[in-house]
Nanobody
Framework: QVTLVESGGGLVQAGGSLRLSCAAS????????MGWFRQTPGKEREFVTS????????AYAHSVKGRFTMSRDNAKNTVYLQMNTLTPEDTAIYYC????????????????WGQGTQVTVSS
């Protein structure tokens, strides 16, 4: 069992930056790949980025590649999402998730989810 709590969301102007954090509690955090997903009203939750359990490999959605960076600190049981050059299209609720499936971008593979944190980018 893994409990995830996101933080760091807020309101930012276009072109600005935010850093999201996701703190995990429970055993064996380092045994899980982690991901960030986002959702806007009326749309499906979409993949943003993921990182393997050792932090050795990451994957990004095309829409965020080059602007977002995911990292993890297994000693702190925490993953991070650094978001730069934000645009209004990045406005969404951002969810942290954990999976035992290696290198998955499919939300159905993620068994554990946080409650989400709102990111709003104003134009």
């Amino acid at each position: 069992q893994v409990t995830l709590v996101e933080s760091g969301g807020g309101l930012v102007q276009a072109g600005g930056s935010l850093r999201l954090s996701c703190a995990a509690s429970g055993r064996s955090f380092s045994m899980y790949d982690m991901g960030w997903f986002r959702q806007t009203p009326g749309k499906e939750r979409e993949f943003v980025t993921s990182i393997t359990r050792t932090g050795g490999s990451t994957a990004y959605a095309h829409s965020v590649k080059g602007r977002f960076t995911m990292s993890r600190d297994n000693a702190k049981n925490t993953v991070y999402l650094q978001m730069n050059t934000l645009t209004p299209e990045d406005t969404a609720i951002y969810y942290c998730a954990a999976t035992s499936v290696y290198h998955s971008t499919d939300r159905s593979d993620y068994a554990y989810w946080g409650q989400g944190t709102q990111v709003t980018v104003s134009s």
